[in-house]
Nanobody, 117 residues
């Protein structure tokens, strides 16, 4: 059973940056696709970014492309999401997830990101 714990959320002003971290309980990056998702109040959870097994490929939602970067640190069993040029519409609870395919099997508890204008 893989456990995922997010951290790094907080409140920033528009244009600012945050880096989210997701610590995994075991080596996941060789076996699983890793991803970030978010859910804003009153909206459905949506895809943000994914990174393939062993970090081979990355994919981003159009809304974050060019501003967010997904990466992994294998030595630390940690997934990151670097978020730059943040906008108020990026406000949401951000979740990391891991799986062999969609729907992903494992999810973190989420971390709140609030961007003020």
């Amino acid at each position: 059973q893989v456990q995922l714990v997010e951290s790094g959320g907080g409140s920033v002003q528009a244009g600012g940056s945050l880096r989210l971290s997701c610590a995994a309980s075991e080596r996941t990056f060789s076996n699983y696709i890793m991803g970030w998702f978010r859910q804003a109040p009153g909206k459905e959870r949506e895809f943000v970014a994914t990174i393939g097994r062993k970090g081979v490929s990355t994919h981003y939602a159009d809304s974050v492309k060019g501003r967010f970067t997904i990466s992994t640190d294998n030595a630390k069993n940690t997934l990151y999401l670097q978020m730059n040029s943040l906008k108020p519409e990026d406000t949401a609870v951000y979740y990391c997830a891991a799986g062999t395919s969609w729907p992903y099997e494992y999810w973190g508890q989420g971390t709140q990101v609030t961007v003020s204008s």
